[in-house]
């Protein structure tokens, strides 16, 4: 069979199976921007084929089937379904089509304006009155005709049952479940041993659909109404949301008036990163030309109007296929595979490669070469593969196994992996591979600093001969960078005065930059903070080590090997002759008493508006706080920024105390 048309469909098979799931039982097992991945690349394939049109396929469906359990509505006006864009240059080119359309059709563009609404995650619910009184609500369904949940409606406080005015309507709308009311379902449904919902959508979209109006009440949905589809309708968006408010409907506040695409794209970037602050759940923006005059001239296609949009905000999960299974070399030897990805945008950033972390987790998985995976990314976290998409899997696949050997290692290859230990490592550490990874990761922000040198540079250094070992850095001249390709007489007087720069280095700094395994920031500053300085941990024994909190046994073992080694000791004596080592006050106190976070652990997530991550935790160690890495029970804070990401979540589920970025200047104050 052709590879492509059996793709397609596979697509559609799946993509049926997850509609049915998601619109008809209620129960979804994959996530929406998962769900909306899958339909984006099914699109994709059908209009670059369209010899495999199908007119049953789920690309062409405005929604899902009606359940039998429900009587079934025809609609007065039919119900149509969005179009998506997830990118500014998907949005624009929306702009521009539309410009085009009104300008064909002798229409002035000048008098374009949009109407910008916020993008509910909920059910759309579609409202009949007469002569002002509540008749019948509804479900979208299929489009033509949804399912009759009147009693259920009746239920939410926000749907009123009698208008301001008597007159005859239909209205559209979203009903959704608040984040708070949500979390507090999902405990009573973990006391009682059921599954909790997945998200507050599909919490909505089970409690419309209860058989007993009694249960839906006590789920206290609620509803916000944005369309005047049927009776008297005024000239503009905009003016219809008013009305609609005068009618007593309940309409979200925060729709604007938009003049340009500059001013949508502005309120597009406003909202992803306000989502949070409230209680009911964004997935995006709507768009809709203002004017109803020119709603009317641009029409509709088969399934969606031409006068309106879906701006989504960036998914932090896509599906993507997997190219190659490949295996990186780290500065202390340890080997991670890496999944080489078809390149997808995934949280507003283009991923071509996601984190396999090591054979266990290759192996829990079940990730082969060929597979569909959904991957998942948070901020600037390296994805991870999340799931595999087995139904999409190629009929020749096979299970991936773990190599022997790994060429990036030196030597013969040989690897190993110590017994209790997930990862394998190389048995030679004097690799090209490794020496790269070590020397660059010296000269980065978490230890030397060195500004401008880096992996790229580190590795025209390595090849030239330059430099082999930590000290090199220090002995480069000018003459010698001149040399290398891309080196003119600035930046290499630039690069020297950072090397110079970093000669001044803390010994909190100098530890992480020695790449000792198991020894990372947090551990080199307990370390830094114990001994003061380097010839007294150098010469520490196991039973010292031991007893610092935070230093175990597997940290100590690393630590006193590292130090025994001749080649290790050699490279510090020479690295010594080029920088002088600094103990900042913080690192010196002797028992921190005066620290108003002695004792206290925080963990980081999101991006920080007024100082960097780095910054932040430079503060939080200064004023005798440790930064952890992940959120566990013994997290004191977590300081939550931007577009927080699953740390943000656990923090709540575990009732830590989440700061902001305000708490936390006025906690430093």
Not at 79 to 108: M, N, P, Y
Not at 246 to 265: M, Q, R, T
Not at 381 to 401: G, T
Request: glycine residues 6%.
């Amino acid at each position: 069979m052709n590879s492509v048309k059996e793709r397609i469909e596979k697509l559609r098979e799946l993509l049926r199976k997850h509609n049915y799931l998601y619109y008809v039982k209620d129960a979804p097992e994959i996530s929406d921007a998962q769900y909306d991945s899958l339909m984006k690349e099914l699109i994709s394939l059908e209009k670059a084929h369209p010899e495999y049109y199908d007119p049953n396929s789920p690309s062409q469906r405005v929604g899902g089937q009606v359940q039998d359990k429900f009587k079934k509505v025809k609609h007065k006006v039919a119900q149509w379904s969005f179009d998506d864009v997830f990118t500014k240059e998907e949005f624009l080119e929306f702009d521009a089509r539309v410009r085009r359309q009104l300008s064909k059709l002798g229409l002035g563009k000048e008098d374009l304006d949009y109407c910008v609404e916020l993008k509910i995650d909920g059910l759309k619910i579609v409202l009949d009155y007469e002569n002002g009184e509540f008749l019948r609500a509804a479900t979208r369904g299929d489009g033509k005709e949804g399912e009759d949940v009147s009693a259920n409606a009746r239920t939410i406080k926000s749907i009123p049952l009698k208008l301001q005015e008597d007159i005859t309507c239909t209205v559209e709308g979203e009903v959704y479940m608040s984040k708070q009311q949500f979390e507090k379902l999902n405990k009573e449904k973990e006391q009682e041993g059921e599954t909790p919902y997945a998200n507050p959508r599909n919490a909505a979209a089970g409690a419309l659909r209860q058989l007993d109006p009694k249960e839906t009440a006590k789920r206290n949905l609620d509803s916000f109404i944005y369309e005047l589809a049927l009776g008297s309708i005024p000239n503009t968006q905009c003016q219809e949301l008013n009305e609609l408010s005068k009618l007593g409907f309940k309409v979200n506040p925060y729709f604007e008036n938009c003049e340009s695409a500059d001013c949508v794209i502005k309120l597009w970037e406003k909202w992803q990163k306000k989502k949070d602050t409230l209680d009911y759940m964004l997935d995006g923006i709507v768009i809709k030309v203002n004017s109803r005059k020119l709603q009317e001239a641009l029409g509709y296609t088969s399934k969606a109007p031409r006068w309106a949009i879906a701006f989504k905000f960036p998914e932090e999960e896509a599906v993507t296929v997997v190219k190659d299974i490949v295996f990186q070399v780290g500065r202390t030897g340890v080997i991670t595979p890496v999944a080489e990805l078809e390149p997808v945008v995934v949280a507003g950033s283009t991923v071509s490669r996601a984190t396999l972390h090591n054979e266990d987790e290759i192996r829990r998985l079940d990730v082969r070469v060929g597979d569909t995976v959904v991957i998942k990314k948070a901020g600037d976290i390296i994805p991870d593969i999340v799931r595999v998409i087995k139904e999409l899997r190629p009929k020749d696949s096979k299970p991936f196994v773990w190599p022997k050997k790994i060429a990036d290692c030196g030597g013969d290859g040989t690897i190993f992996r110590k017994s209790g230990e997930a990862a394998w490592r190389c048995k030679s550490k004097d690799s090209f591979v490794q020496n790269l990874r070590r020397l660059s990761y010296f000269a980065s922000k978490k230890a030397a600093n060195i500004e401008g040198l880096s992996d790229k540079i580190v590795e025209k250094l390595m090849d030239a001969g330059l430099v082999s070992h930590l000290a090199d850095f220090y002995k480069l001249k000018k003459g010698d960078l001149l040399e290398l390709e891309g080196f003119k007489e600035k930046s290499a007087d630039n690069l020297l005065k950072a090397i110079e720069k970093s000669k001044e280095i803390s010994l909190s700094k100098l530890l992480t930059g020695l790449s000792i395994p198991q020894v990372g920031e947090e551990t080199a500053i307990v370390l830094a903070r114990h001994f003061k300085n380097l010839q007294e941990l150098m010469k520490a024994k196991e039973d010292e080590l031991k007893q610092i909190e935070g230093i175990g046994e597997i940290v100590t073992s690393e630590i006193i090997s590292y130090f025994k080694d001749e080649k290790n000791r050699k490279e510090i004596k020479d690295l010594l002759k080029y920088i002088h080592i600094s103990n900042p006050e913080y690192l010196q106190s002797e028992d921190m008493k005066d620290l108003p976070f002695r004792g206290k652990t925080f963990v980081l997530t999101g991006s920080l508006k007024s100082m960097t991550r780095d910054e932040a935790k430079e503060l939080i160690r200064k004023l005798g706080a440790r930064v952890a890495g992940s959120v566990s029970k013994k997290t004191d804070f977590v300081l939550a920024g931007e577009n927080a990401g699953s740390k943000l979540k656990k923090a709540k589920e575990l009732g830590i105390k989440i700061l902001s970025e305000e708490e936390f200047k006025s906690m430093l104050a």
